[in-house]
C-alpha cells in the first residue's frame, strides 16, 4: 500500500481505497490445508501483494512466545507458556509476584533488547532506512503490552490492582522503570526515522476495561502521554491498538495523542465506534473473530464488512479495517472475508 494512500486516510484526504490489512497467525499453517490456504492467498493479490508461495508442507518461525512446549522468559523476567504453536502464550511465572524480590530486579538493556526478544539497533536501522528509500510506508511500535500489561505480567494482574488500589509506593518505581526502558526503544525508532508510531496494548475486556478509568488515568495515562508527546514532537501520527471494551477509556486515550485507533467492531459497537469517530479521527477496525465470522454464514460475513464500510468510511478518508486469522473460523468464511475485504475496499471508487 502507497504511503500518500495511509496517510490520506488517517488524515481524511481523499485515499484511492480503503487500506486492508488480512493477518494469518502462524497456528493456521496446522490448522487448515495448506494448499488450501496458499490458493487463498494467491486469488486475493489486492490483500497480499506480491506474495510468493512458500515450499510445502510449510511451517512458519513460531514467536518467541508461541512456542508449545518451550516455556519462554522475558527480558523482563516474565515467564510465558502457550498450548499451540504460534498462539501468543499466557504468561504464568511473575518475577516480582511478592515484593521482597524488588531489591534485587534488574530492568532490561533496551540497547540490547525489544523487552520480549534481542535487537540490533544497526540492522534495525539497515532495514528501515532501506525500505523508506524505496518509498515504503514503515510504521515501527512498542511491543504489544507495552505498560499497562507489563506491569501486570512482573506483578500478577489481580497483584497490580490491588497496589494500584493501595497507592502501593514500589509501583511507582516499577512504572518508572517500565516507561524509561519503553522511551528508550521509542527515541532508538525517532532517531532512525518512521512514518508512524504504535503503541499496542490490551485494555479492555469483554464487557468495560481490566481497570477502573480512575486507575487508568492516575497509573498509566501519564506515562503514555510522555512517550506520545515525543512522538508527537516529531510530527509522526499515533496508532493505539487495544482489544476489549475500550469505550470508557476512549477520550483519555485521544487525549494521549492517538489520531489512528485500532479498535474491536462488535465489542464496542459499531453504532457507538460511527458516534464517537465517523469523519472526526481514523479508525482502524478490527472486524469480528469470536461472533459473525466464526458462527455466521459467507452471506453474513459479507453483509458484516459492507454494513461496517457504509457506518464508518467517508469519501475522504477516516477507515482503515484489519482481520486476523486464527485457527477455529470456517474455511467458506475464510474467503468470504478475503472478498468481501477486496471488494468494499473501493466502496467509494
Known sequence: MSKSNIYRAIFFEKPDYIPMTFAINGACWHHYPQEWLVE???????????????????????????R????????FGC???????????????HPLADWDAFDNYTFPDPEKCMGIGPVDWD??????????????????????????????DIRGYQNLLFDMADDEPRLWQLIEGVEAFNQAIVDHYLD???????????????????????????YIK?????????????????????????RMLVDDIVDSGVVYINLQDLVNGIDWIKERFRGKMCVDLDIDRQNVTVFGTPQQVDELIRTEVEALATPEGGLSMIYGLYPGTPMAN???LMDAMEKYAFYFS
Do not use: C
Not at 40 to 66: D, M, R, S
Not at 68 to 75: I, N, R
Not at 79 to 93: E, K, Q, R
Not at 129 to 151: C, I, N, P, Y
Open 40 to 66: 487463498q492467498l494467491v486469488n486475493h493479490p489486492f490483500l497480499f501483494p506480491n506474495y510468493a508461495p512458500p515450499k510445502l508442507p510449510y511451517t512458519p518461525e513460531y514467536q518467541l512466545v508461541g
Open 68 to 75: 508449545k512446549d518451550e516455556p519462554y522468559t522475558d527480558d
Open 79 to 93: 515467564t510465558w507458556y502457550t498450548a499451540d504453536d504460534g498462539i501468543t502464550g499466557t504468561v504464568l511465572g
Open 123 to 152: 540492522a534495525e536501522r539497515e532495514r528501515i532506512q532501506s525500505a523508506r528509500a524505496k518509498g515504503d510506508f514503515v510504521s515501527a511500535s512498542l511491543r504489544h503490552g507495552h505498560t499497562f500489561l507489563q506491569l501486570s
Open 192 to 218: 532512525i526515522g518512521v512514518d508512524m508510531f504504535g503503541f499496542p496494548e490490551d485494555l479492555g475486556m469483554q464487557v468495560g476495561p481490566m481497570l477502573s478509568p480512575d486507575d487508568f488515568r492516575t
Open 222 to 246: 501519564p506515562s503514555y502521554k510522555r512517550m506520545m508527546d515525543s512522538v508527537r514532537r516529531k510530527g509522526l501520527p499515533i496508532h493505539m491498538h487495544s482489544d476489549g471494551d475500550i
Open 334 to 336: 475464510v474467503k468470504a
